[in-house]
Each structure stands twice: as C-alpha cells, then as structure tokens.
C-alpha cells in the first residue's frame, strides 16, 4: 500500500528531473516557471517600495505574510526591482509543491477523474448537420474526453488518473488552491484584532496586485516546454470578431477561466440563440406594418387635406401654442403605424410564450451543464466553503454550527441592523433621486415644447423641417438623450455606493455579498432605466383633462398629450434611444477603455527596453478584471432582456436589436478577457444565481406590461371598439374614426390666461377624448363611447392575461427542469463511481489482509449460495 501511494509522487519527481534539460537559470520572456526552469508559477503578487510614512509597517505585513504563505507549504521566488522594465516593481511569484495541491484538493473537494466515461456525448441530429458552418472542430469544443468523478482524496490517489502528475491538476485548479491559501493567510494582529488575507493587503496597497499568469501570447502558439497554450486557442476559436457566426468553445472557457465566468458565456450564448426565434417574428410584424402602411385608413384620413387638413385641434400649451391642423402629423401618424398595427397584439402575446420558453428551455441547458460540469452537488460545498475573509476577521464570537457541529464565527443580528437600516436608506434615497430626475426631465419637456412650439411657427425657413419635424417629435426626441444622460450620471455614482454599503452589510458568505449588491443595483437599474418608458406607457396623456380645464404639475406646467394617435410612437423613441444608447455606450465602454488604460500603463512602465519584459510583467500591466467584472456583465444583460421583454409591444424590432448586439457583444466580453485582462482566478458556480429569480419576476411582469401597452397606450381597442360597435360604413369600417376619436371644444370657453393670442375664423377645434359636444346637455362630460372603449380595454387585459398565463403555467408543466437523458446519466454516473469505489476499497482490503483473490471469490459465493437456500427454505 504504500508502495502504491509513492507512486504519483515518484512519476512526478522524474517529471522535474527531465525539465532540468530546459535551460537552468535562463530566463524566456513567455516562461511560466521559477527560474530553475522547473516549478511552474501559480501565481504572482507585485509591490513596490513606499516611501511614505507607512512604507515600514507595510513591509512587516508583507514580511509576515510571506512567512505564513511558506509555513503553509507554498514556495515563493521574488523578482527584485532592478530587474523589472519601470525599476521600481517587485515581483513574488507562488509556486504550489505537490503536496500542497493534494491537501487543499482534498480540503475543496475538488473533483477529479478516476474513469473515463462510458456514456457516449450527445449525437449530432440532422439539424447539427445544417448548422455545420457554426459548428467548432470536434478537438476545439471538446478538448478533453469526459469521466467519471469523484472528490479527491489523498488515502485513494491510486484511484484517480494520474499518469502524468504535471497535468493532474489543471492551472485553474492550481491557482483556485493558490488563491484559497492567499485569501486566509494571516499577517499579524492589528488593534487586537487578527487580521488576514490577500484582499485587505490590497485594499491598503501593501501589495499592488494578485494575479495568477496568463500561460502564453495570445497571438501565437507557447513553445515547449511551456504547456499547450490555451489563451491562444481561445484567442483563435472565441475572441477573433470573425468568428462570429461560430459556437463558443464552452469547455475550453471553463477549463481556463474557471466554471462561474463559462457559465456566464453558456447563458450569454443560449439567450443569443433565444433571440434569434423572438428577432425573426419582431422583423416579420415590423415588415408587416411597412407593407401596410400606404394602406392604412387612419393615416389616409389625416393625411388628406380634405379631412386631416381641415380638422383645427386645440392648442398644446397655454398661450405661446397656437391652433394647428391634424395634417401637419401625417408622418407621425404613418410611422406610428409600423409599430401600432394588428400584428402588435400577436407579437405580445407570442414574446409572452418566448420568454416562458427561454426560462424553461434555460433550466434544462443549465441541468445539463451542471452533469457535464460536475456541478451536481456543489451547492452544499458552496455553503460550506465559500465563507469570507472580512467576515471571519470582523466576527469576535463563535457560534456552532447546527449541520456541521463545529465552531464558526458569528456576527449578531443586532450588530448588523444599523447597517441594513443605513443600507435600505440609501436605496430608498438614490430611487427617490431617480424619480425626481424624471419629473425633471418632464419638466424639461413641459417647458421646451412651447418653445419649440413658438419658435417653429414664427421662423418661415422652417416650413420644410415642420413636415416631418413636429414640435411633438423634437420634445420627444431631445428629452430622450437628455433622459439618457441622466441615467449614465446616476448609475456611475450609484455604482461606487451600493458597493460600499454591501461592504458595510459584513455578508457571511460570498453568495450574500453577490445577492445583496444584485438586488440593490437591480432595483435602481430597474428604477433608472424603466421609469421614464413607465411614464411613457401608462401616465402620459392618461390624466390630462380637456380644454378649459386641464390639469397642471405644480400648478404651472400643464400635463402633456399624447399625440392624436397615441402614445405608442413616443414609447418607442424613448425605448429605441435608451435600449441602443446603452448597448453603444456599453460595447464602446468594454472595448475601448481596457485598450487605453493598457495602453498608458505600458506607456509609463516600459522604460527600460533593454531589459526582459517577462510574462508575469506582461500580465502586471494588463486590466484587473475584479470580482464584480462578472457582476456588471449579467447586470447588464439581464437590463436588455427587461427592454425586450417589458416594453416588447411597442417596439418589435427590440429582440433584433438585442440580438446583433449580443453577437458583438459576446466576441467583445472574449477579446477583452484574453487579451486586455489578468487571467481570473477560477471559481465554481452551479447556475447563474439570483438572476434566474430576477428574469423569472421581469418575465411574470412583462406579461401584465405588454397587455397594458396593448390596451392603453396603442390606440388598437379604440380602432376595435370602433369597427365592431360604431361604423356606420358596411364597405370600408375604418372610415370615419378620426373624426369619431376626436371631441369638440367651444373656443369661447377657454380661460382667458391660456387663450392664444391673435384672432381666430373658427369658433371651435378638436382634441383627442371621448366627450360630449358644446351644445349637449352634458357637455365635456365623457359619453358613452368611452365607457365601452374602457371597459374593452379592461376585458382584453384580462383575457390576454390569462391566456398568456395559462400558456406559461402549461409549458412549465410539460418541460421538465432536468431532460429525461440527464437524469440517466446521473444515475449512471453515481452507480459507477459507487462501484469504482467499492471495488477499490475491496482491493485495498484485500491486499492488507492478504486474502487470494480466487479463494476470495470462493468465499463470496458459498456466502452468496447460504443466502439463497435459507430464503428458498422460508
């Protein structure tokens, strides 16, 4: 037995003796290893001298926490700062022996092979075969075979594959182990208090950086006897913008970037796919409304000059706004067509079966890539493991621990509620932010819209611009981008501060400090990017009043109106401008900004050129990706499924949009991770998290918003109401409903403050209501016309509603989360890792007792064969 155990560790010895042909004490600028050309670096901590008055305490932490780094077992190697291009840098690079590994493998009940797999991969369908053109060599998307796997243990390492020890344990297990080390290491005891950890070391700039190293260029194949190089391979087959019709090569992500960012490009990528169905059918009814337009009654109406032209409509605003005719919206009235037609009411419906679809088929990728992964119980390990530093050193008292009956720190309730009540203020504060600058912006509108209104009527050169650059749409349009300014303005300050108040929260745990910093920047995303489309959609031009006694904010402005055909048109500038504007902002953003700040650093640094600039140098004055990087990449995703799925009836053309950025948007996310960052340390993670709560809520609530849209701010129940109960024309129905959705108002009534100024030939003008004439008893009350348009509205809610929902609760029954081959394949799994297990303990067994194998067996059926014949006897 102990023979057997000593082997790994002598396959790996001879594995070192047969580097030390590589050129000892010799440096490569690509090499990856100590400089005896052996022990391979899994990571690097950087500093430099601080000549500042806490330059010597800085240097006793660093003294004592390397210290601690070789008690544990680790070996480190510095670079002194003579040899490094600026000078002034030190470097300390973290070597992981053997044994190290093995202990803390075992320590993270990391899984490892001990069979390759017997369960053949998923065949390729005829449908494979029509996608060929996307699909990645065979090598590429499966660079390793699967096994069965089970958690390591050093007393079974005869069990596991370790033919060759180098390789046994993957660079993004090695630096996971380097960094799990780093993170829990102390350094000395500071005020009474221990204190620990690489994080808290580089929050007082003790050291400048933590990274594991990149393990070659990007831009060409490592030379031995460096490792394969994955980074370019990765680079080749995922980051180039040329493949971008090209699957993603999932397991390679995985295998070099760790579990928690693959599963994020997993997402990514099947949402993409998603898009795709949802994009074909927003473009069909878009080209539906584009066909339709030249034919559409309502716009003929307002366009002709006998009918638009002749309608005199009431005055916007108070004094500075005059009479206008309809005509003079002809194209607004056209263009609301493309996005305000019969096909708007199927595609709600159907985006409100996609989004189901999406969720469900989600679930069943997710499973799936939990087997493939092996990340079928890793949520017990996570809760056991995932345990913070800065809690731990914060926590003064112990408490146990009800599963696992041992002593864990513990923070009381009581010490944590200022912090949560200070952190529920701020949320509570920034929404209310939020929300006055939107009456802001709407004042902004308010207060513009005559002066466009004035200045437009008055300037004659702009007679020209007047037929398709109303009041209306400047308002519309300039309010938008400056709506759009203010969301940057208040994110990126809001950004900085959610962080800091979830620090203060003192989370137990990591999953605590992702989902109380998701939540709070969900909400004021949801806040910030949703509230003017909300405005838009259901209160804009709903509590106007009419002529003669209009409402007014703040007793000043007066309440804005929709145009005669509705609100729509405007929610969908307002979503087009914001949607793209932060898809623009964003891609630019993750492209641009790690290229200069990289750029500069190199600038400043390379100052001596004649001096090797080695790798670890290289990956020093990259990026740092940061443990919110992935954070902010799901953020905004899951904001651009809340824009496709919240506001989708209003604008169809929103998936398509969604989708051509995501295709640039994954291969951006890809070149910026292999070529403008720090590799990542690698992290598990068994689904997306919080997320999937948060896109199953947008999507049980995109379901009443679209509805809403459909009823209230589309003008599709009045034209309904219309055809069915008030056409008086048998041959053409549609005929008539202009003049039908507009009331009359007496000139004469208007309050003499917000009359026009300038003398009148009419002595009446149109506004957009259902209410009874000047000369009817019940004059400017609403007639019964309205109260059947309402109460259809109410009726199609409701019914859409619960078809929708009918239809979801029915695809969530017949989908099931876990696919029926799955589950097969875990149970197979389990069944052959037990009898794998079985079987070597057996041995083991065996061989200490030192029992034949065949006298054994003997054993085992006489013992099989006394079973039988005493149940036959009963």
């Known amino acids: ?27 490569s600028r690509d090499s990856i290893f100590f400089r005896d050309g052996i022990r391979q670096i899994d990571f690097v901590l950087s500093y430099v001298d601080d000549a500042k008055k806490d330059a010597e305490i800085k240097a006793e932490r660093r003294k004592a926490f390397e210290q601690n780094l070789r008690k544990t077992g680790l070996e480190l190697e510095t670079e002194d700062k003579k040899d490094s291009e600026d000078g002034r840098t030190y470097f300390v690079k973290i070597h992981a022996p053997w044994e190290v590994l093995l202990t803390y493998a ?70 996971r182990i380097v960094y799990y080390i780093l993170s829990r290491c102390p350094y000395g005891i500071e005020d009474g208090k221990k204190k620990f950890g690489i994080e808290r070391l580089l929050n007082s700039n003790t050291y400048l950086a933590a990274y594991p190293l990149h393990d070659g260029q990007y831009w060409k194949p490592s030379e031995p006897p460096n490792p394969v190089n994955e980074r370019y391979i990765l680079y080749q087959n995922w980051a180039r913008f040329s493949y971008f019709y090209k699957e993603q090569p999932l397991d390679l992500i995985r295998n070099y970037y760790g579990e928690k960012i693959g599963i994020y490009f997993v997402f990514l990528g099947f949402y993409t796919e998603m898009l795709l169905v949802a994009a074909v059918v927003g473009l069909g009814c878009f080209i539906y409304g584009l066909l339709s337009m030249n034919g559409n009654t309502n716009s003929m109406e307002i366009c002709d000059p006998q009918i638009g032209g002749q309608m005199i409509m009431c005055p916007l605003c108070d004094v500075l706004c005059d009479y206008w005719r309809l005509n ?82 513990h923070m009381p309730l009581r010490s944590r509620i200022p912090w949560f009540l200070c952190s529920i203020a701020t949320v509570v504060l920034w929404m209310a932010l939020v929300l006055s600058s939107m009456v802001a912006v709407i004042v902004y509108r308010l207060s513009v819209f005559a002066t466009f209104a004035s200045f437009m009527e008055k300037d004659a050169s702009l007679k ?60 004021f995303q949801f806040v ?13 031009g709903k509590f106007v009043g009419y002529p003669g006694k209009y409402t007014y904010m703040f007793n000043v402005w007066r309440s804005e109106e929709c145009d005669p055909g509705g609100c729509l048109i405007e929610l969908t500038t307002q979503l087009t401008i914001i949607m793209i504007g932060k898809q623009i902002c964003g891609n630019v953003k993750e492209a641009i900004y790690p290229l200069v700040l990289n750029w500069w650093r ?64 994954i291969r951006v996310d890809a070149w910026k991770l292999t070529t403008q960052y720090r590799r990542t340390v690698a992290s598990k993670a068994h689904s997306i998290g919080i997320w999937q709560d948060i896109l199953f809520g947008m999507a049980v609530l ?43 108002f007496l000139i004469a009534d208007f309050p003499n403050h917000t009359v026009p100024s300038g003398k009148q030939d009419f002595d009446t003008c149109r506004y957009r209501d259902y209410r009874h004439p000047p000369d009817n008893d019940r004059k400017y009350f609403h007639n019964m016309q309205f109260w059947h348009v309402l109460a259809a509205k109410m009726t199609f809610i409701i019914i859409i509603e619960h078809i929708v929902f009918l239809v979801k609760f029915l695809l969530a029954w017949m989908i099931p989360d876990v696919p029926k081959d799955i589950e097969e394949r875990i149970k197979r799994e389990k069944l052959m890792t037990i009898k794998i297990i079985h079987d070597f303990e057996l041995k083991k067994l065996k061989e200490h007792l030192g029992i034949d194998d065949t006298e054994f067996s003997k054993h085992v059926m006489i013992e099989e064969n006394k079973v039988q014949l005493a149940r036959s006897a009963m």
């Open 1 to 27: 037995s102990f023979l057997l155990a000593s082997q790994p560790a002598k396959r790996y010895n001879l594995f070192l003796r047969r580097r030390l042909m590589f050129q000892k004490l010799k440096q």
């Open 106 to 175: 075992e320590v993270l009940g990391i899984k490892m092979p001990i069979k390759e797999s017997d369960v053949p991969r998923t065949e390729w369908t005829p449908i494979s075969y029509m996608l060929g053109a996307v699909r990645l060599p065979p090598n590429v998307k499966f660079p390793h075979p699967e096994y069965f796997t089970v958690q390591f243990s050093r007393h079974r390492q005869e069990l596991f594959l370790m033919d060759d020890p180098s390789k046994f344990f993957p660079s993004s297990t090695r630096n």
């Open 328 to 409: 003079s919206t002809c194209l607004a009235s056209k263009i609301s067509h493309l996005f305000d037609n019969e096909s708007t009411v199927f595609f709600a419906v159907f985006m409100g079966i996609w989004v189901t679809l999406f969720l469900e088929f989600w679930k069943q990728r997710q499973a799936r890539l939990e087997y493939e992964w092996d990340l079928v119980d890793f949520e017990e390990e996570q809760q056991q493991l995932q345990l913070r530093p800065e809690f731990e050193a914060m926590c003064k008292q112990r408490k146990i621990n009800p599963v696992t009956k041992e002593l864990e720190p």
């Open 464 to 523: 020209q611009v007047k037929s398709f650059v109303t009041p209306q749409i400047a308002t519309s349009l300039t309010g938008s981008c400056f709506n759009f300014i203010v969301i940057l303005i208040l994110n990126f300050f809001y950004e900085k501060i959610s962080a800091w108040i979830t620090k203060m929260e003192i989370p137990r745990t990591y999953q605590e400090y992702e989902s109380s910093l998701t939540l709070k920047m969900f909400l």
């Open 528 to 540: 910030n990017y949703y509230s003017s489309c909300f405005y838009v959609a259901f209160f804009k």
């Open 602 to 665: 190199r600038r400043k640094t390379r100052t001596n050129t004649e001096k090797l600039y080695t790798r670890w140098e290289q990956d020093h004055d990259l990026e740092s990706f940061g443990s919110l990087g992935l954070f902010y990449e799901y953020l905004e995703t899951v904001t651009q499924f809340g824009f496709v799925t919240l506001f989708v009836a209003s604008f169809p053309l929103a998936p398509l949009f969604a989708l051509l950025n995501n295709i640039v948007g």
């Open 702 to 744: 995109s379901v009443a918003t679209n509805a809403f849209i459909v009823a209230f701010t589309s003008d599709i129940i009045p034209r309904l109401v219309y055809y069915y109960a008030y056409s008086t024309n048998a041959v053409h129905p549609m005929r008539g409903y202009v003049n039908n959705s507009l009331s009359v």
